[in-house]
């Protein structure tokens, strides 16, 4: 074991590592994923969503990828208003994953070979609602522990302050409203693209918070503060946008009829895109950061 082992006192070196290697991989998952839709629609199979892709051979990739974004954003968290934002979204993603899309009874008939129900024009299947309902209980007793084990151990080294607290209830009170939502039907058809919209306005949030901070903290990376402000600000009014626009259309249920079938797809590969930017900016200023917790 050498001396900037991340488990000895002098791990800077190896601590700075690890974090560069979870922002890489974040930005791995997004080429993943991405990697795993273009392949698909490549093939023929009728997308009309990236979170179609739960239906598809894909379907692994999709989970595993949203997964692997989760961990990196909680791994990620610090005390910042900014990284409780990503805290927040990286809860959220897991519920994307777990939860499937509700899609209309012709496209889950195209990708599955079987339709909705009589009488119904969209659904999720049955047996994916039965497999959503077995890994979202899974994620809340984990969820729950890691926030009860947040908690002892900041206790444990006297870091336990008011806002770790506040933030504590907060981050539980998702869980809580998740739980009990999770018992009604209508969580079967809102669940997966409420935990969308949700993950995207924290994005958003996350951007906005950090391009107001920029002009006063400073950057840590290459580029002044302002440029880093100003795109930041930028990123942050699109993702919102985009976000709003998108969960308009989709409850508007009108889009298709003028923006074409696969108009959803195309909103998500914008956000997802977006996302990607917000995350190689993020990426470029603290790669010298070897403590993600400090700020």
Do not use: K
Request: proline letters at 5%; one cysteine or more; a positive charge.
């Amino acid at each position: 074991m050498t001396r900037s082992d991340a488990l000895r006192a002098g791990g800077g070196t190896s601590s700075l590592r690890t974090y560069r290697y979870v922002r890489l991989a974040l930005l791995a998952s997004v080429v993943f994923l991405s990697v795993a839709v273009t392949q698909q629609i490549a093939a023929g199979v009728p997308l009309r969503s990236i979170s179609a892709l739960y239906y598809t051979p894909g379907r692994s990739v999709f989970v595993g990828a949203l997964f692997a974004v989760s961990l990196a954003l909680v791994v990620l968290a610090g005390r910042s208003r900014r990284r409780f934002l990503l805290l927040l979204a990286g809860m959220t993603t897991p519920v994307i994953a777990l939860v499937p899309p509700p899609l209309p009874s012709g496209e889950m008939r195209a990708l599955t070979g079987s339709g909705c129900p009589s009488g119904l024009d969209r659904c999720p299947p049955p047996e994916a609602t039965d497999a959503a309902a077995v890994g979202v209980l899974s994620y809340l007793v984990v969820a729950a522990l890691v926030l009860t084990a947040s908690i002892v151990l900041a206790a444990a080294a006297r870091t336990l302050d008011l806002a770790l607290v506040v933030r504590t209830v907060v981050a539980s009170a998702l869980l809580v409203s998740l739980g009990a939502w999770s018992a009604y039907p209508s969580f079967d058809y809102l669940g997966h693209y409420a935990a969308a919209a949700l993950f995207f306005l924290f994005i958003a949030a996350a951007a906005g918070v950090h391009s107001a901070a920029l002009p006063e903290e400073g950057t840590r990376g290459p580029g002044s503060a302002r440029f880093h402000s100003i795109v930041n600000g930028v990123l942050s009014v699109l993702i919102s946008g985009v976000d709003v626009a998108l969960v308009l259309l989709v409850l508007s249920g009108t889009a298709e009829p003028v923006l074409g079938p696969q108009w959803l797809l195309i909103g998500e590969a914008v956000g997802l895109g977006l996302f990607a930017a917000f995350w190689v900016l993020q990426t470029v200023e603290n790669w010298n950061e070897s403590n993600a917790a400090a700020h």
